[in-house]
């Protein structure tokens, strides 16, 4: 959420003083992709029972391919993908969109009340209202039964929740990590206010995880008061989660626990963390995250790569769109070649200067045949894309320079043909709900809103 940015910009200038990234940029997608080697070796597929011979790989990888339209997009996406991260491509998953705030708490509560072992789990935004309070009493009363919870939580995107909040799950013997604490005498080792933990995680004895855009808020449930109003009118939070079960629940633990120790975390003992997966479903997944630091942005590069490889549609759900000039050559580039391009973006979000810097792109993009829309009568919050009817990914990546180099992301990204057809059926739900920005008459908009645009475009690394 926006809400907590302008927080942020009252400190930047002690950010820059610590920032060691403060010149970082994104990384060159051409040539990642002119290196990783497609068509060179087999695709390499882990199941439950540990790496797949070549064969077995591209026998999974030929029977999606004859699911779907003709499409390259799986051989070189995924060449790309492995060339630049340690996370494997995995099969056997069960995948379970969650659309909105009360179908993914619903799920979340499920998961809560069914661990046995261990429960972690990993927010930007924790609020001290009735959602957090329902899951502040739950995980209390999980941690009484002896299942040991673990919870991190970024210090920025929660700068609203009183202290007292936490001291409660402390008390009732949850482990607590503060992210980048905004005091920079706790912080473990370097200190960037900019850097903050952007995922939203939760994961149960290591076999069911849900990840995706949405945080513990009332906001996000619609009998609840909200943060934006439209003429009087509170406006309902528009968000995506998916569930996953099977092997790369385990992927996601990881990335969980490797956080938690950058983060000098009480040691995590006596619980089984990395469990044996087992198969539950026909998806292939793989588990995108990003962190500060690292060589590769890589929900940045699958990004840009699927974009690229696209051959047939490309249809994208996004909150804050401030993309760099890659992935907009990108989606340009897609659109000429006679990709379908179809983008749904917010008519109102919790930053007016977010949607200017937004739309500063609109014109570029539908000059080279990108159609632009703007959903009506909801807060959207989602980042979630469809390409080539095959290729799908979840998660809390906005395409705007906080997500793309500066937090910490995650994302799954399911080849799967169902669940593609779920997207689909989401993406048009949303597109019947939206105005088609048209090329003619955005050019006849005001000059003052062009000024606007321009000036917020200035500072489009901030937003």
Same mark, same amino acid.
């Given at each position: 959420?926006?809400?907590?940015?302008?927080?942020?910009?009252?400190?930047?200038?002690?950010?820059?003083?610590?920032?060691?990234?403060?010149?970082?940029?994104?990384?060159?997608?051409?040539?990642?992709?002119?290196?990783?080697?497609?068509?060179?070796?087999?695709?390499?597929?882990?199941?439950?029972?540990?790496?797949?011979?070549?064969?077995?790989?591209?026998?999974?990888?030929?029977?999606?391919?004859?699911?779907?339209?003709?499409?390259?997009?799986?051989?070189?996406?995924?060449?790309?993908?492995?060339?630049?991260?340690?996370?494997?491509?995995?099969?056997?998953?069960?995948?379970?969109?969650?659309?909105?705030?009360?179908?993914?708490?619903?799920?979340?509560?499920?998961?809560?009340?069914?661990?046995?072992?261990?429960?972690?789990?990993?927010?930007?935004?924790?609020?001290?209202?009735?959602?957090?309070?329902?899951?502040?009493?739950?995980?209390?009363?999980?941690?009484?039964?002896?299942?040991?919870?673990?919870?991190?939580?970024?210090?920025?995107?929660?700068?609203?929740?009183?202290?007292?909040?936490?001291?409660?799950?402390?008390?009732?013997?949850?482990?607590?990590?503060?992210?980048?604490?905004?005091?920079?005498?706790?912080?473990?080792?370097?200190?960037?206010?900019?850097?903050?933990?952007?995922?939203?995680?939760?994961?149960?004895?290591?076999?069911?995880?849900?990840?995706?855009?949405?945080?513990?808020?009332?906001?996000?449930?619609?009998?609840?008061? @909200?943060?934006?109003?439209?003429?009087?009118?509170?406006?309902?939070?528009?968000?995506?989660?998916?569930?996953?079960?099977?092997?790369?629940?385990?992927?996601?633990?990881?990335?969980?626990?490797?956080?938690?120790?950058?983060?000098?975390?009480?040691?995590?003992?006596?619980?089984?963390?990395?469990?044996?997966?087992?198969?539950?479903?026909?998806?292939?997944?793989?588990?995108?995250?990003?962190?500060?630091?690292?060589?590769?942005?890589?929900?940045?590069?699958?990004?840009?790569?699927?974009?690229?490889?696209?051959?047939?549609?490309?249809?994208?759900?996004?909150?804050?769109?401030?993309?760099?000039?890659?992935?907009?050559?990108?989606?340009?580039?897609?659109?000429? @070649?006679?990709?379908?391009?179809?983008?749904?973006?917010?008519?109102?979000?919790?930053?007016?200067?977010?949607?200017?810097?937004?739309?500063?792109?609109?014109?570029?993009?539908?000059?080279?045949?990108?159609?632009?829309?703007?959903? @009506?009568?909801?807060?959207?919050?989602?980042?979630?894309?469809?390409?080539?009817?095959?290729?799908?990914?979840?998660?809390?990546?906005?395409?705007?320079?906080?997500?793309?180099?500066?937090?910490?992301?995650?994302?799954?990204?399911?080849?799967?043909?169902?669940?593609?057809?779920?997207?689909? @059926?989401?993406?048009?739900?949303?597109?019947?709900?939206?105005?088609?920005?048209?090329?003619?008459?955005?050019?006849?908009?005001?000059?003052?809103?062009?000024?606007?645009?321009?000036?917020?475009?200035?500072?489009?690394?901030?937003?």
């Amino acid at each position: 959420m926006k809400i907590v940015k302008s927080f942020t910009l009252l400190f930047l200038f002690l950010s820059i003083l610590s920032l060691s990234n403060g010149c970082a940029t994104l990384p060159n997608v051409s040539q990642k992709m002119d290196d990783a080697p497609v068509g060179q070796k087999p695709r390499q597929i882990v199941s439950s029972k540990g790496l797949l011979s070549p064969q077995k790989s591209k026998a999974i990888m030929e029977r999606l391919k004859r699911s779907v339209n003709p499409t390259d997009i799986l051989e070189r996406y995924i060449a790309v993908v492995e060339s630049v991260t340690e996370s494997p491509l995995t099969r056997g998953n069960k995948v379970a969109l969650l659309i909105d705030g009360k179908a993914t708490y619903a799920a979340m509560f499920e998961a809560i009340r069914n661990a046995k072992d261990h429960i972690n789990l990993e927010t930007f935004i924790i609020e001290d209202d009735e959602i957090g309070g329902k899951f502040t009493d739950l995980l209390i009363a999980k941690q009484a039964q002896g299942v040991q919870v673990n919870i991190i939580y970024d210090s920025v995107g929660s700068i609203t929740t009183p202290e007292s909040f936490f001291k409660r799950l402390r008390d009732g013997g949850i482990q607590v990590v503060e992210f980048n604490p905004k005091n920079p005498f706790k912080a473990p080792g370097s200190w960037f206010l900019v850097r903050q933990d952007h995922r939203k995680i939760l994961i149960a004895d290591g076999r069911v995880a849900i990840i995706g855009g949405i945080n513990i808020s009332n906001v996000y449930s619609s009998s609840f008061s @909200r943060r934006k109003k439209v003429k009087g009118k509170p406006l309902d939070w528009r968000d995506t989660d998916i569930q996953i079960e099977g092997p790369a629940v385990g992927e996601v633990q990881k990335l969980f626990l490797e956080t938690w120790s950058r983060q000098n975390g009480p040691a995590l003992a006596g619980h089984n963390y990395l469990v044996d997966q087992k198969e539950n479903g026909e998806a292939l997944v793989s588990i995108v995250g990003s962190t500060p630091g690292t060589d590769n942005r890589i929900t940045f590069i699958a990004y840009a790569a699927a974009i690229t490889y696209a051959e047939h549609s490309i249809h994208l759900t996004n909150a804050y769109f401030i993309p760099d000039s890659q992935i907009l050559e990108a989606f340009k580039d897609a659109a000429k @070649r006679g990709v379908d391009v179809k983008i749904i973006l917010p008519s109102n979000t919790d930053s007016s200067l977010v949607i200017s810097a937004a739309r500063y792109s609109y014109s570029d993009l539908l000059k080279a045949g990108v159609k632009i829309y703007e959903r @009506r009568t909801v807060l959207l919050h989602a980042k979630t894309a469809v390409i080539d009817g095959v290729w799908s990914t979840v998660g809390s990546t906005n395409l705007d320079y906080w997500s793309l180099l500066s937090n910490d992301e995650v994302n799954a990204v399911v080849l799967n043909r169902e669940f593609a057809i779920e997207m689909e @059926r989401m993406f048009a739900s949303d597109l019947a709900q939206s105005d088609q920005i048209q090329i003619d008459q955005w050019g006849k908009r005001p000059l003052s809103q062009k000024i606007k645009e321009k000036a917020a475009h200035l500072f489009s690394r901030w937003l």
